[in-house]
C-alpha cells in the first residue's frame, strides 16, 4: 500500500541555518504530494505541494521538488526562522483524496 | 464560517463513556474527511463522505466508530464504549470538490479527547 517516510525529529537549528527535511514515498499510482504544518496550539495548515514529476512546490521560502526517480519530496528552507518551529507533516493524495501522512518532524529553532 | 469548526475543542470521558464529536466544515465543501492523530504520530484516515454519502469507511477502527453527516454539510463523529486507546486528537478535514487528485483539503483544529 501506499506510504510515507519521513525523518525522525526533534531537528534542532540555529536561525538562519539551513534547514533539509526528508522524505520518501511509496505509491502504486502518481500521487500528488504535500507538506503540512502544525504550528503549536494550531491546526495542519497545508505549506505546500506538487502534482506532477518534476513540479517545485514552494511557499514562504519553503521548497520541495517531486522526484519521481528517488520517490523523494524533500523540504528545505535556505534560512530558517525562530517562527518556524513546529511540526512538519510530509504526505500523500491519489485521486480519492485520502492523504496519507508521514509521521512528523518537530522543528526546534534556536534565536 | 471562515474555517472548519469542531467542537469540543477538549472532551475528557471515562473509560466506557460515549463521546460525540462535531465538525462543521467550510460552506459549500463536498467532501469531508476524518482522521484521527494519536500523540506523537502523523493523522491517520478514519472515512470520507461526498455530500451525505459516506463513501469510504475504511479505516475506523472498530464497530464502536460511527459517522455521519445526514444534511451533506454538518458531521458527527460517535465513539461507543470509549477505550483509553481511543485517546487522540480527532482532525475533521473538508474540500470544495469531488476527489481529484492535488485538490486543497482543509484542517480544522481538532478535538482533543483524552480517556480516563
Known amino acids: 500500500g501506499n506510504s510515507v517516510t519521513q525523518m525522525e525529529g526533534p531537528v534542532t537549528l540555529s536561525e538562519e541555518a539551513f534547514l533539509t527535511i526528508n522524505c520518501t514515498y511509496t505509491?502504486?499510482?502518481?500521487?500528488?504530494l504535500f507538506w503540512y504544518v502544525q504550528y503549536p496550539g494550531e491546526g495542519l495548515q497545508l505549506l505546500l505541494k506538487?502534482?506532477?514529476?518534476?513540479d517545485k512546490g514552494s511557499n514562504k521560502g519553503f521548497e520541495a521538488t517531486y522526484r519521481k526517480e528517488t520517490t523523494s519530496f524533500h523540504l528545505e528552507k535556505g534560512s530558517v526562522q525562530v517562527s518556524d518551529s513546529a511540526v512538519y507533516f510530509c504526505a500523500l493524495s491519489e485521486e480519492d483524496d485520502k492523504i496519507i501522512f508521514g509521521k512528523g518532524t518537530r522543528l526546534h529553532i534556536l534565536p | 464560517g471562515a474555517g472548519v469548526s469542531q467542537s469540543p475543542r477538549y472532551k475528557v470521558a471515562k473509560r466506557g463513556q460515549d463521546v460525540a464529536l462535531r465538525c462543521d466544515p467550510i460552506s459549500g465543501h463536498v467532501s469531508l474527511f476524518w482522521y484521527q492523530q494519536a500523540l506523537g504520530q502523523g493523522p491517520e484516515f478514519l472515512t470520507y463522505f461526498q455530500n451525505e454519502a459516506q463513501l469510504d469507511k475504511s479505516g475506523l477502527p472498530s464497530d464502536r466508530f460511527f459517522a455521519e453527516r445526514p444534511e451533506g454539510s454538518v458531521s458527527t463523529l460517535k465513539i461507543q464504549r470509549t477505550q483509553q486507546e481511543d485517546s487522540a486528537v480527532y482532525l475533521c478535514?473538508?474540500?470544495?470538490?469531488?476527489?481529484?487528485?492535488?485538490?486543497?483539503?482543509?484542517f480544522g483544529e481538532g478535538s482533543w479527547l483524552t480517556v480516563v
Open positions: 506538487a502534482t506532477k514529476a518534476d
Open positions: 505509491a502504486t499510482g502518481y500521487p500528488s
Open positions: 478535514a473538508s474540500s470544495p470538490s469531488r476527489p481529484g487528485s492535488g485538490n486543497t483539503i482543509y
